[in-house]
C-alpha cells in the first residue's frame, strides 16, 4: 500500500487528527443490528440469552423456548428493517447539529451489517436484505457529514461461548460459521482469526470509505498489535491516497497515545488533555441498542456533558438505538432534535473552538475514567465551561443561576488568565444588552429574566 505510514508504532505516531473533527465535536453512533429483535436487557442479548443463571436465559427459554431450538440466528428473519429510510435518517442527524456518523457495522454477534464477502451472515443476504452500511454512507455524504464505522469483531472470538456448556444450538456444527470460533474469553485469539478480522476490515474500509474506525476494547489483547499496526498503516494510506483525513478511535491502550484517537467509554476527563479525545455514551444509561425499558437521560445531562468534554479538548460521540423494524425511537428523536436547537444557537461556542487556559470553574467535580458518566451530580448556576475562537472567549453556564446573575471567578481583574480588556459581553441568541461589570472577583453578568435557563447557556467575552 502506497503512502507514507509503514506498520510500525514510530512511522504511525506521525498521524495528525483531522481537522474536520477537531472542529466538529459531536457525531451520532448506531447500535442497530438482530439484537434489536428480543429489546431485551440490552445489545449483550446474543451472549446472555447462552449464559445460565442470567435474566436474559430465562426469559429467552420462557418466551421463545429451549436454546436448543430457537437460537440466536432465528431472530434474523424477524429483523426487517421494513421501515429504514437512510435519508430520514441522515435528515435528523443533521437537525442534530452532528458532524459525523458512527453506525456499527458489525457487532460482537457476529452479524455484518454491510455487503460482506467473507460471511452470508449479512444484512444483504440475510433479514433486511439490504446494504445499511452503504445505504447509510450515501445518505449521510449527501448532507456533507462525515461518515465513519465501528467495527467489534474482535470480540467474536469469545461471544457466544456461553452456548458451548450445554444443549444449544452453538454446538451444532451447521452454524459455526456464524457462531464460532466460541472459545473462552481467556483465550488469544489464533492466525486463522485475526487474518480473517484483518481481510474484513480492509474490505470495510475499501468499500466504503469511512474516514472513522471506531474499535472496542478487546484489541487490546496482545495477539492483535502486529495486526493493529499493519491496519493503521493500511488505513492511513488509504486516507492519504483519498486526500482525505482518517482516524482510529481506541481504547485504553491498546495503541500509543500519539497514533490514534483516545476514546473513553460512558466517561470522560476531568481537566484539558494535550491530545484531542472523545467520550462514546449514550442516550440510555442501561443500553446500546433498542430495548423496551430504556432509561434514558435528559437532553440537559447530555449537552452539559458535550459541553464539559469540549472544553477539555474532546468531542463526544452519541448512540442511539432504532427498532428492528429501522424507526428511531420517539423519545431519542426527540433529544436529538432538542440538542439540535441548542447547537444552532450555542454551536458558535462548541464548533471549532479550542479550549482556553482552564477548562472552568464550579463546585461540581466529573469523574474521570470510563462508566463514570451518570456518576456526578447535577450541574450549578456556579458551573462554568470556556471553549475559545479567535479573539472570543465563551463562558458556557451549565446551570440556572441564584437571583439571575452570574459571576465568572476566572475573568476577575485581580487575575491574570484574562489580560487583556473586555469591551462586551453577550448572550448567544439574545439581541438585548447585558448588564457587566468586571470586577476584582470576577466577571458579575446580569441575566434577562426571559433567557430559558434550562438548558446551559453561553456567555460571549469580547475583547
Known amino acids: 500500500m502506497e503512502g507514507p505510514f509503514k506498520p510500525t508504532w514510530e512511522s504511525l505516531e506521525n498521524f495528525q487528527v483531522p481537522q474536520w473533527y477537531i472542529d466538529g465535536k459531536f457525531g451520532i453512533f448506531i447500535h442497530w443490528g438482530v439484537y434489536s429483535v428480543p429489546a431485551f436487557g440490552n445489545e449483550w442479548y446474543p451472549r446472555n440469552m447462552y449464559k445460565q443463571g442470567t435474566r436474559e436465559f430465562e426469559h429467552h427459554i420462557k418466551t421463545y423456548g429451549p436454546q436448543k431450538d430457537f437460537g440466536y440466528k432465528d431472530f434474523i428473519p424477524m429483523f426487517t428493517a421494513e421501515n429504514f429510510d437512510a435519508d430520514r435518517w441522515a435528515d435528523l442527524f443533521l437537525k442534530s447539529g452532528a458532524k459525523f456518523v458512527v453506525p456499527v ?4 454477534d457476529g452479524f455484518a451489517m454491510y455487503d460482506c464477502s467473507y460471511t452470508k451472515w ?6 433486511p436484505k439490504r446494504d445499511i452500511i452503504g445505504e447509510l454512507a450515501n445518505a449521510v455524504r449527501k448532507r456533507y457529514l462525515v461518515f465513519g464505522i465501528s467495527y467489534h469483531r474482535a470480540e467474536h472470538w469469545w461471544f457466544f461461548h456461553e452456548g458451548m456448556k450445554f444443549d444449544s444450538d452453538v454446538r451444532d456444527s451447521r452454524f459455526i460459521d456464524f457462531y464460532g ?39 487490546e489483547q496482545p495477539a492483535f498489535e502486529p495486526y493493529l499496526r499493519r491496519f ?33 467509554e460512558r466517561g470522560q476527563l476531568d481537566d484539558i488533555d494535550p491530545y484531542f479525545w472523545q467520550t462514546d455514551t449514550s442516550v440510555s444509561k442501561n443500553s446500546w441498542g433498542y430495548i423496551k425499558d430504556h432509561d434514558y437521560k435528559t437532553t440537559e445531562w447530555i449537552i452539559c456533558d458535550l459541553v464539559d468534554i469540549v472544553s477539555k479538548n474532546g468531542a463526544l460521540l452519541l448512540n442511539i438505538g432504532p427498532k428492528p423494524d429501522g424507526t428511531i425511537p420517539e423519545p431519542e428523536e426527540k433529544m436529538l432534535l432538542e440538542i439540535g436547537q441548542w447547537l444552532l444557537v450555542n454551536g458558535e461556542a462548541i464548533y471549532g473552538t479550542k479550549p482556553w487556559k482552564v477548562y472552568g470553574e464550579g463546585p461540581t467535580k466529573v469523574i474521570a475514567g470510563s462508566f ?5 451530580s447535577e450541574f450549578t448556576g456556579k458551573d462554568i465551561r470556556f471553549t475559545t475562537k479567535g479573539n472570543n472567549l465563551y463562558a458556557i453556564v451549565l446551570g440556572k443561576p441564584e437571583n439571575n446573575e452570574v459571576l465568572i471567578q476566572s475573568l476577575g481583574s485581580n487575575l491574570r488568565l484574562f489580560n487583556r480588556d473586555i469591551t462586551d459581553v453577550k448572550i448567544l441568541g439574545m439581541d438585548e444588552r447585558i448588564q457587566w461589570t468586571r470586577e476584582e472577583s470576577g466577571l458579575r453578568v446580569r441575566i434577562p429574566e426571559r433567557l430559558d435557563t434550562r438548558f446551559p447557556f453561553a456567555i460571549k467575552i469580547i475583547s
Not at 105 to 108: L, P, S, T, V, Y
Not at 372 to 376: F, I
Open 105 to 108: 457495522a458489525e457487532h460482537h
Open 181 to 219: 470460533p466460541a472459545q473462552p474469553e481467556t483465550t488469544q485469539p489464533n492466525e486463522e482469526f485475526l487474518e480473517d478480522w484483518l481481510n474484513r476490515l480492509y474490505e470495510l474500509v475499501d468499500k466504503y470509505r469511512p474516514q472513522i474506525v471506531w474499535f472496542d476494547w478487546w484489541i
Open 232 to 264: 493503521a498503516a493500511y488505513y492511513y494510506n488509504r486516507g492519504f491516497q483519498w486526500n482525505k483525513g482518517v482516524a482510529i478511535n481506541y481504547k485504553n491502550e491498546a495503541f500509543p497515545r500519539k497514533t490514534a484517537v483516545l476514546d473513553i
Open 372 to 376: 463514570a458518566d451518570t456518576k456526578r
Open 122 to 127: 449479512n444484512a444483504v443476504k440475510m433479514g
